[in-house]
């Protein structure tokens, strides 16, 4: 068995307060194999945030090892981790994130131009190809105004795979959704994550996403309290 692609070691993340030490996340210890689709659950303020920032290379843990895609992440340089987070990480965030003065072709572009080196008709390609695949080839001019917002969650989406990264992460992606579109965007993402194998880790605390989950990891007061798979997604 291959080794997996996140792995956290007694992973801890302590906020101080002044004087004070606030403990978001205590001795966690948890393997993402690659092509899971697991989601971190529990209620506000137990540390399914901080989790995805520590993944996502978005923070540091105060203690502990967190691995992404190989690399120790507490041994890399500020460089090195915006590197790895452009090159092999994609991000969903609830409130879609998208450039409000891009339209919707120009906002799945975008990390492609950051990237850098890749040559215009690949980036058309990849960029309709994405947008047909979340199911807006048609819409592609439209600014984030113009889209509601089960469209405008697919735009991230299609932003988050364009760069082809082996792990997505999705902090509350339906948050702001009712919940048929949620139920819709949680199957797109299952669709996306069974066709192209990629990683998805999605924080929710939204009883109807948790159920489509292949794998649930709950979190309470910063540390793991269950770790169930269900289905053939192991």
């Given at each position: 068995m291959s080794d997996p692609i996140v792995r956290l070691q007694k992973a801890q993340k302590i906020y101080k307060l002044g004087t004070i030490e606030v403990p978001a996340l205590v001795d966690i210890d948890l393997d993402i194999r690659s092509g899971d689709f697991a989601v971190v659950a529990g209620p506000s303020g137990s540390g399914k945030t901080t989790l995805l920032n520590l993944i996502g290379c978005?923070?540091?843990?105060?203690?502990?090892?967190?691995?992404?895609?190989?690399?120790?992440?507490?041994?890399?340089?500020?460089?090195?981790?915006?590197?790895?987070?452009?090159?092999?990480?994609?991000?969903?965030?609830?409130?879609?994130?998208?450039?409000?003065?891009?339209?919707?072709?120009?906002?799945?572009?975008?990390?492609?131009?950051?990237?850098?080196?890749?040559?215009?008709?690949?980036?058309?390609d990849r960029v309709n190809g994405m947008l047909d695949a979340v199911g807006l080839g048609n819409h592609g001019h439209h600014r984030p105004s113009e889209l509601s917002g089960g469209q405008r969650q697919r735009v991230a989406i299609a932003r988050a795979l364009v760069t082809r990264p082996r792990i997505v992460l999705a902090d509350e992606p339906t948050a702001n959704l009712d919940s048929k579109t949620g139920a819709q965007i949680i199957e797109l993402m299952k669709e996306l994550n069974e066709k192209n194998g990629t990683t998805f880790i999605f924080s929710t605390h939204d009883h109807a996403v948790m159920n489509q989950a292949a794998r649930s990891i709950e979190l309470v007061d910063g540390r793991i309290v269950s770790d169930d798979t269900v289905g053939a997604a192991a």
């Open positions: 978005v923070d540091v843990a105060t203690g502990g090892k967190v691995f992404v895609d190989g690399n120790d992440t507490g041994a890399m340089t500020e460089r090195e981790l915006t590197r790895l987070r452009l090159n092999r990480l994609g991000f969903i965030f609830q409130s879609f994130n998208l450039v409000a003065v891009l339209d919707a072709y120009q906002n799945v572009e975008f990390p492609l131009l950051l990237q850098k080196g890749i040559a215009p008709s690949e980036r058309k």
